[in-house]
T-cell receptor, first 114, second 114 residues
Framework: GENVEQHPSTLSVQEGDSAVIKCTYS??????FPWYKQELGKRPQLIID?????GEKKDQRIAVTLNKTAKHFSLHITETQPEDSAVYFC?????????????FGKGTKLTVNP | NAGVMQNPRHLVRRRGQEARLRCSPV?????VYWYRQLPEEGLKFMVY????????ESGMPKERFSAEFPKEGPSILRIQQVVRGDSAAYFC????????????FGSGTRLTVV
């Protein structure tokens, strides 16, 4: 089955700096890669996603890149703000036998220091 | 257009009791997924259901846990004879019929077993 590794587990940056979170996946047939942001005690919220036919996607200060050959994808947050502080999860989905479940990384706790 | 509704938000059960967690998907969504999140950890897939069908239950313990998504009404995750290790946040997500991408998560049920 699919396995998703996420690094780093914690990341601390100064306000205004960039933050990069990296994930690798194991199954080359995976074709959808979302990123979720989870604030303390709240539900995970989709912030950006990318499909396997695209190499990069950007939405304001957030961008995601995908390298299918290397089987890794990354989240880039520029001009970080204190409200970006949260736990970020990457995920991959593998369509298999009618199941479209997402497999999640273990999360990165991002702290943006004012 | 309400999102995914989960109830209760918090549930306290004594060891050996039953826990019933409810999930109403986004209106029009026919796919429901249940995930479990232990403190400081990622989201672990449990089960994927469509109306009246369990599609993938590979992440759900074979004993004490069951799930259903009836033709009418919410999806139910049922945990019998709860133990302390069942204490976790249980999140439900839904997606529409035409695509299995782009989960919307509910706010979760935080189960505490005392």
């Amino acid at each position: 089955g699919e396995n998703v590794e996420q690094h780093p587990s914690t990341l601390s940056v100064q306000e205004g700096d960039s933050a990069v979170i990296k994930c690798t996946y194991s199954d080359s047939a995976s074709n959808y890669f979302p990123w979720y942001k989870q604030e303390l005690g709240k539900r995970p919220q989709l912030i950006i996603d990318i499909r396997s036919n695209v190499g990069e996607k950007k939405d304001q200060r957030i961008a995601v890149t995908l390298n299918k050959t290397a089987k890794h994808f990354s989240l880039h947050i520029t001009e970080t703000q204190p409200e970006d502080s949260a736990v970020y999860f990457c995920a991959a989905t593998l369509p298999q036998g009618g199941s479209e479940k997402l497999v999640f990384g273990k999360g990165t706790k991002l702290t943006v220091n004012p | 257009n309400a999102g995914v509704m989960q109830n209760p938000r918090h549930l306290v059960r004594r060891r050996g009791q039953e826990a019933r967690l409810r999930c109403s998907p986004v209106k029009g969504h026919s796919h429901v997924y249940w995930y479990r999140q232990l403190p400081e950890e990622g989201l672990k897939f449990m089960v994927y259901l469509q109306k009246e069908n369990i599609i993938d239950e590979s992440g759900m313990p074979k004993e004490r846990f069951s799930a259903e998504f009836p033709k009418e009404g919410p999806s139910i995750l049922r945990i019998q004879q709860v133990v302390r290790g069942d204490s976790a946040a249980y999140f439900c997500a839904s997606s529409p019929l035409d695509t299995n991408y782009g989960y919307t998560f509910g706010s979760g049920t935080r189960l505490t077993v005392v």
